[in-house]
C-alpha cells in the first residue's frame, strides 16, 4: 500500500534529520506533500525536488525539505501579536468531504473536519452557517469543537457566525484543535472561516499530520448516527439528537488510528430511498451523487479521488432498499442485486487500489443480505469482502430515536467493522470489543447410556439455545449445552447469559479446551437466571468450548439466551 511505502520514508527522514545540515532555507507544506508524492507514487519530478541542489532526487531531500518548513513554523518572533489564519489545506488538515470557497472551508458531510495545532497565549475560531441555520430548529446543523479531545462546544447552528474561545491566558500553549460537523449533509454544511490567535509563533496554526490509514465509509441515516443521542424510539428525527461522534463509522477509525470521510445521507439507499407505501423513492439514491462531494446544489462539485486516496471504503447501504424490496422480495431484490453490482464497480472505478467491505443488517433487513452477497460474489473482486451484522439488541442495549441505534449497538458494531477492515487489508487486529461467542457452533450431546435424554433446539434470530431435559443422567456432563469452535486470544474476556427456566437451580458452566476437556480456562455457577463473569486468557487457544453440563439438575427446560464472550479492552 502507498501508506507503506511512505512509512519507509519517514523512518528514514527520522534517521536522517539527526545528522544532516539543511542547506536550502525555503520550502512550504505543498512543497513536502509534493515531494511525498514524487517519491511513492508516479508523480512528476520537478526542479523544486531536488532541495540540496545535488542533481539527486531522494529521502534526503525529504528529509531537508521537511526540517526547513518545521523549523519556520516553529520560529518564534518574541513579539506576541493578533493573527489571523484561514482555515485552507496549506494551513489546516480537512477531514472528509469538504469544500472551500472565499476562504471558507465548509464542512459538509457528517464527520467532516477542520484539525490543527494551534499555538499562543490565546485563541479562537470563527463558525459560518449556511442557509440551514435559517431551517427549524430541529433541523439546523450541529457541530462539535474540540480542544486537546475534550468537546468544548456542541451547538446547534441558528446563527449566519459564531466566534468559539479555544483557550485564553498569559502561558503559551499549543493545542490541538477539531472543528467537526456531527449532523450530516442533508441538513446543511458547517463553515470554518479563520483561527485568530495572540501568539509570537511564526506560524501558529498547523495541520496535524496525516495518518498512515483512510477509510471511506459510505451508508444511511446508520452511518450518520441518527438518533443515537435520543432518550426513545418514539422521538422523531432533530439534528441535537445525530451525533456522527458516536457513529460505528467514527469510533471505528478511532480504534484503528486512521483518518476518514463519510458520505451519509439518511433515508437513502441503492435502488430505492425509504418508502412508506413500497413504490420505489428514487430522489434518495447515493450512486448518483457518489461522485460529487455532495447532492445540495451548493456543494454538488466533483470530488477528487485522486487526491484524496484511501485505503478501504466501507459500504453500509440496505437498509431503506428493504422498504422497497420486501414488498415483492423475489423481484425487487434482485434488482437491488444489479444496482448493488453496479454500485460496486463505480466505487472500484474511483478508488482502484482501496480494499471494499460491505455490509448490512444492524437494523434488520436479513432477508435482503443474501442478494448483497450475490452482488460481491458477482462482483469477484479479490479486494472486496461482506459480512452481515447482526441486529441490534433492543433490551440489551437500548435504542435510539425512530428505532435507530443506541450508543453501545454502535460501539458494538465499530469492534466488527474494525475486524473485517483489517482482515480486508491483511494487517492485525488485537479483537478488543468482539463478541467471540457469535460465530460459534451451538448444540448440546447426550449421554445417554445412564438414562439421560431430552432434545435440544437452537434459534438463531437471537442466538438462544434450548435444551428440553425429558431425563437427567448420573453425572453434570451427561447432558452438555456448548457453544464450540471458539479461538480466544490472549487477554481477558467477560462470559455472560441468562437462563429461563433454570432461575431456581445451580446451573453449571465454563471455558474450557476441545481437544483436552481437562484443561479449563474458567469455570463458575449460575444461580439466579444470569450470569457475567470477567476472566483472563493467559495464552491463545484454538479450539476453545463455552459449556453448561446439566445433566444433573433433574427435568427442567432450559432455554440459554445472549450467550456472549467479549473481550475486553487492557
Given at each position: 500500500?502507498?501508506?507503506?511505502?511512505?512509512?519507509v520514508f519517514?523512518?528514514?527522514?527520522?534517521?536522517l534529520?539527526?545528522v544532516?545540515?539543511?542547506?536550502a532555507?525555503?520550502?512550504s507544506g505543498?512543497?513536502?506533500?509534493h515531494?511525498?508524492?514524487?517519491?511513492?507514487?508516479?508523480?512528476t519530478?520537478?526542479?523544486?525536488?531536488?532541495?540540496?541542489?545535488?542533481?539527486?532526487?531522494?529521502a534526503?531531500?525529504?528529509?531537508?525539505?521537511?526540517r526547513?518548513?518545521?523549523?519556520?513554523?516553529?520560529a518564534d518572533?518574541?513579539?506576541?501579536r493578533?493573527q489571523?489564519?484561514?482555515?485552507?489545506?496549506?494551513?489546516?488538515?480537512?477531514?472528509?468531504?469538504t469544500?472551500?470557497k472565499e476562504?471558507?472551508?465548509?464542512?459538509?458531510?457528517?464527520g467532516?473536519?477542520v484539525?490543527?495545532t494551534?499555538t499562543?497565549?490565546?485563541?479562537?475560531?470563527?463558525?459560518?452557517?449556511?442557509?440551514?441555520?435559517?431551517?427549524d430548529?430541529?433541523?439546523?446543523?450541529?457541530?462539535?469543537v474540540?480542544?486537546?479531545?475534550?468537546?468544548?462546544?456542541?451547538?446547534?447552528?441558528?446563527e449566519?457566525?459564531q466566534?468559539?474561545?479555544?483557550?485564553?491566558?498569559t502561558?503559551?500553549?499549543?493545542?490541538k484543535?477539531?472543528?467537526?460537523?456531527?449532523?450530516?449533509a442533508?441538513n446543511?454544511?458547517?463553515?470554518v472561516?479563520q483561527f485568530?490567535v495572540?501568539?509570537s509563533?511564526?506560524k501558529?496554526v498547523?495541520?496535524?499530520?496525516k495518518?498512515?490509514?483512510t477509510?471511506?465509509?459510505?451508508?444511511?441515516?446508520?452511518t450518520?448516527?441518527y438518533?443515537v443521542?435520543?432518550d426513545?424510539?418514539?422521538?422523531?428525527?432533530?439534528?441535537?439528537?445525530?451525533?456522527?461522534?458516536?457513529s460505528y463509522a467514527y469510533l471505528t477509525?478511532?480504534?484503528?488510528?486512521?483518518?476518514?470521510?463519510?458520505?451519509?445521507?439518511?433515508?437513502?439507499?441503492?435502488v430505492?430511498?425509504?418508502t412508506?407505501?413500497?413504490?420505489?423513492?428514487e430522489?434518495?439514491?447515493?450512486?448518483p451523487?457518489?461522485?460529487?462531494?455532495?447532492k445540495?446544489?451548493?456543494?454538488a462539485?466533483?470530488?477528487?479521488?485522486?487526491?484524496?486516496p484511501v485505503?478501504?471504503v466501507?459500504?453500509?447501504?440496505?437498509?431503506n432498499d428493504?422498504?422497497?424490496?420486501?414488498k415483492?422480495l423475489?423481484?425487487r431484490?434482485?434488482?437491488?442485486?444489479?444496482k448493488?453490482?453496479?454500485?460496486?464497480?463505480?466505487?472500484?472505478?474511483?478508488?482502484p487500489d482501496a480494499a471494499?467491505?460491505?455490509t448490512?443488517?444492524?437494523?434488520?433487513?436479513?432477508?435482503?443480505?443474501?442478494?448483497l452477497?450475490?452482488?460481491v460474489?458477482e462482483?469477484?473482486?479479490p479486494?472486496t469482502s461482506?459480512?452481515?451484522?447482526?441486529?441490534?439488541?433492543?433490551?440489551?442495549d437500548?435504542?435510539?430515536?425512530?428505532?435507530?441505534?443506541?450508543?453501545?449497538?454502535h460501539?458494538?458494531?465499530?469492534y466488527?467493522?474494525?475486524d473485517h477492515i483489517?482482515?480486508a487489508?491483511?494487517?492485525?487486529?488485537?479483537?478488543?470489543?468482539?463478541d467471540?461467542?457469535?460465530d460459534?457452533e451451538?448444540?448440546c450431546?447426550f449421554?445417554k447410556?445412564?438414562?439421560?435424554?431430552?432434545w435440544?433446539?437452537?434459534?438463531?434470530w437471537?442466538?438462544?439455545?434450548?435444551?428440553?431435559?425429558?431425563?437427567?443422567g448420573?453425572s453434570?456432563?451427561?447432558?452438555?449445552?456448548?457453544?464450540?469452535?471458539?479461538?480466544?486470544?490472549k487477554?481477558?474476556?467477560?462470559l455472560a447469559?441468562?437462563v429461563?427456566?433454570?432461575?431456581?437451580?445451580?446451573?453449571?458452566?465454563?471455558?474450557?479446551?476441545?481437544k483436552?476437556?481437562?484443561?479449563?480456562y474458567f469455570e463458575?455457577v449460575c444461580?439466579?437466571?444470569?450470569?457475567?463473569?470477567?476472566?483472563a486468557?493467559?495464552a491463545?487457544?484454538?479450539?476453545?468450548?463455552?459449556?453448561?453440563p446439566?445433566?444433573?439438575v433433574?427435568?427442567l427446560?432450559?432455554t440459554f439466551?445472549?450467550i456472549?464472550?467479549?473481550?475486553?479492552?487492557?
Open positions: 500500500m502507498q501508506t507503506k511505502k511512505i512509512a519517514v523512518a528514514a527522514m527520522l534517521i534529520q539527526a544532516l545540515p539543511i542547506t532555507d525555503a520550502a505543498n512543497d513536502v506533500r515531494l511525498v508524492k514524487t517519491l511513492t507514487t508516479n508523480g519530478m520537478t526542479k523544486a525536488d531536488d532541495f540540496n541542489g545535488d542533481g539527486i532526487v531522494n534526503i531531500d525529504l528529509t531537508l525539505m521537511k526547513a518548513v518545521l523549523a519556520e513554523a516553529n518572533t518574541g513579539e506576541v493578533d489571523t489564519v484561514t482555515a485552507i489545506t496549506e494551513q489546516t488538515k480537512l477531514i472528509g468531504r469544500v472551500t476562504g471558507v472551508t465548509w464542512l459538509v458531510h457528517s467532516s473536519a484539525e490543527c494551534v499562543g497565549v490565546a485563541a479562537s475560531v470563527t463558525i459560518e452557517g449556511d442557509g440551514n441555520v435559517r431551517s430548529a430541529k433541523y439546523r446543523p450541529r457541530y462539535g474540540y480542544v486537546d479531545g475534550k468537546l468544548i462546544k456542541d451547538v446547534v447552528m441558528g449566519s457566525e466566534v468559539v474561545e479555544l483557550f485564553s491566558g502561558a503559551k500553549r499549543t493545542a484543535v477539531k472543528v467537526m460537523h456531527l449532523s450530516e442533508n446543511g454544511a458547517i463553515g472561516k485568530d495572540k501568539s509563533a511564526a501558529p498547523q495541520p496535524t499530520a495518518k498512515d490509514l477509510i471511506e465509509f459510505v451508508g444511511d441515516s446508520i450518520c448516527a438518533g443521542g435520543a426513545s424510539q418514539y422521538v422523531g428525527f432533530e439534528t441535537a439528537t445525530e451525533d456522527f461522534s458516536k477509525a478511532q480504534l484503528l488510528d486512521a483518518d476518514y470521510s463519510a458520505v451519509s445521507y439518511s433515508g437513502y439507499g441503492i430505492s430511498g425509504y412508506s407505501d413500497g413504490s420505489k423513492n430522489d434518495s439514491l447515493v450512486p451523487v457518489y461522485e460529487n462531494v455532495a445540495s446544489s451548493d456543494y462539485v466533483p470530488w477528487d479521488f485522486a487526491s484524496h485505503d478501504a466501507f459500504v453500509n447501504l440496505g437498509t428493504d422498504s422497497y424490496a420486501s415483492e423475489e423481484t431484490a434482485k434488482e437491488y442485486q444489479t448493488y453490482l453496479a454500485f460496486l464497480k463505480q466505487i472500484r472505478k474511483c478508488n471494499i467491505i460491505c448490512l443488517g444492524i437494523m434488520g433487513c436479513q432477508e435482503l443480505y443474501p442478494y452477497e450475490a452482488a460474489k462482483f469477484n473482486d479486494k461482506c459480512y452481515e451484522s447482526p441486529t441490534h439488541n433492543i433490551t440489551q437500548g435504542i435510539g430515536a425512530d428505532w435507530h441505534p443506541s450508543p453501545i449497538t460501539e458494538k458494531n465499530s466488527l467493522a474494525a483489517c482482515k487489508l491483511g494487517i492485525p487486529y488485537s479483537g478488543v470489543g468482539l467471540f461467542a457469535a460459534g451451538y448444540g450431546d449421554d447410556s445412564n438414562g439421560a435424554d431430552g435440544p433446539y437452537f434459534s438463531d437471537n442466538k438462544s439455545l434450548n435444551i428440553n431435559i425429558s431425563s437427567g448420573k453434570p456432563e451427561e447432558i452438555l449445552g456448548y457453544v464450540r469452535n471458539l479461538n480466544l486470544t487477554g481477558s474476556y467477560t447469559f441468562s429461563k427456566g433454570g432461575e431456581k437451580a445451580e446451573i453449571p458452566y465454563a471455558v474450557r479446551s476441545m483436552d476437556p481437562k484443561v479449563i463458575g444461580k439466579d437466571g444470569k450470569a457475567s463473569e470477567a476472566f486468557m493467559k491463545d487457544a484454538s479450539d476453545c468450548e463455552i459449556v453448561f446439566v445433566g444433573a433433574g427435568g427446560n432450559l439466551e445472549n456472549t464472550l467479549y473481550k475486553n479492552a487492557g
